[in-house]
Nanobody, 118 residues
């Protein structure tokens, strides 16, 4: 499976951005991760094709993950962005879900930069 991520950019604090990820074939579990400079990669949000959604505490209420299963696509709407949201965001597919999201899959998209700055 190949993953093509797009979106991101530069925005001021409080602004909004959206990300998209298209997979080359149908995938059940997809997720967004991010990696800030000097930090390890962390889970941001996860989803299944059945409609399950999960969010990291840091983004709950601000980020919304969605899926278009027919288009093998995943999206992330990011609102009320904060300085600490600055990171490279990665799309992941093929992860393991069992009552909750447990681990990423082996399929990663190329990262897309999100910069929040005043």
């Amino acid at each position: 499976v190949q993953l093509q991520a797009s979106g991101g950019g530069l925005v001021q604090p409080g602004g909004s951005l959206s990300l998209s990820c298209v997979a080359s074939r149908a995938v059940d579990v997809m997720a967004w991760y991010r990696q800030a400079p000097g930090k390890t990669r962390e889970l941001v949000a996860s989803s299944t094709s059945a409609g399950t959604r999960g969010y990291a505490d840091a983004v709950k209420g601000r980020f919304t993950i969605s899926r278009d299963v027919a288009k093998n696509s995943m999206y992330q709407q990011m609102d009320n962005l904060k300085l600490e949201d600055t990171a490279v965001y990665y799309c992941n597919a093929g992860g393991y879900y069992d009552t909750y999201y447990k681990r990423p899959g082996d399929m990663w998209g190329r990262g897309t930069q999100v910069t929040v700055s005043s």
